[in-house]
């Protein structure tokens, strides 16, 4: 353990572990040393460029709260959540793809019936959502549960909501009925940055990367003896698509939000506004045998 080269100190750093107990921890910690290493001499980094990469790490955890999580931000920013969501849900073409959970998912929303109006009384575009849940027979999934959460018409999530700090709005947990459907009414989600006041804003700064997610519907579906799926769906129409800074869009999560004039279209009955409307069916995939 003296006199350490470049060339001996990672073997050196690996085999002190070698009590590890558990091998899974073992053997990340052998890959992640490893990386760390080979990265470190790959750039030939500097004592200046480690000290201000420990200074952005620092001020990274500094930035996190019990309501904001600055190292989350960065995963998913350096695409590490999606790849990680990639390898542990890989489900056939049929079945609905998962996306990010997101840092608003919130236990205490309410259970609601269908077609209750979740928008909280907010301003925007009326929306209204028509989903089914079924299987890769096709056959209907009753007693699903499936949580939904999204923005307000300017981008911003109930927990940023002026005077809603203690109350829910754009969010609420349904169930399916006997032919596996469940629908709401709701406001139009609108695009939004993701937050730059932090150290991960200056990462994005310096890369000239855009903030802006597109807007999405995000939704969490479960079902007794099937996978969770946790997805969002994103207009077909929002010009941030191709540059979503947390790498969440797929093409198969892509929906047409259809736009009515008033006093047109399916909902014509239930509004005298201009409104959007989305139906969409999704389909779980049985969880794998014990």
């Known amino acids: 353990m003296r006199d350490l080269t470049s060339d001996t100190i990672t073997e050196a ?53 019990p309501t904001r999580q600055e190292f989350i931000l960065l ?33 205490d929303r309410p259970e609601l019936p269908h077609t209750a109006d979740i928008s909280g009384g907010l301003p925007g575009t009326p929306l209204f959502f028509e989903g089914r849940v079924v299987n890769r027979e096709e056959t209907p999934l009753a007693g699903a549960a499936v949580d939904v959460w999204h923005s307000d018409a300017e981008g911003h999530y109930d927990v940023d909501v002026p005077g809603l700090a203690d109350a829910s709005a754009m969010r609420a947990l349904f169930r399916t009925d006997e032919k596996g459907q469940f629908g709401f009414r709701s406001i139009r989600p609108s695009s939004y940055p993701i937050p730059g006041d932090g150290p991960v804003g200056e990462l994005m700064s310096a890369t000239g990367r855009s903030l802006m997610r597109p807007a999405h519907v995000h939704l969490l579906v479960e079902a007794p003896g099937f996978q969770r799926v946790t997805t969002m769906l994103f207009p077909s129409d929002d010009p941030y698509l191709d540059a979503d800074p947390v790498f969440g869009v797929k093409e198969s999560l892509v929906e047409s939000f259809d736009t009515y004039e008033a006093g047109s279209g399916p909902c014509r009955e239930v509004t005298d506004e201009p409104y959007t409307l989305v139906r969409r069916t999704f389909v779980l995939e049985p969880r794998p045998a014990d």
């Open 13 to 65: 750093v690996i085999s002190t572990m070698g009590d590890t107990k558990d091998a899974r921890v073992a053997e990340i910690l052998d890959s992640l040393v490893r990386h760390v290493h080979s990265f470190v001499r790959e750039v030939e980094l500097t004592e200046d460029e480690w000290a201000r990469g420990i200074d952005f790490l620092t001020r990274t955890g500094q930035k996190c709260t």
């Open 75 to 107: 995963s998913d920013v350096l695409g590490v959540t999606m790849l990680v969501d990639a390898l542990s849900n890989r489900r056939p073409a049929e079945a609905t793809q998962n996306s990010v959970l997101g840092p608003f998912f919130r236990d």
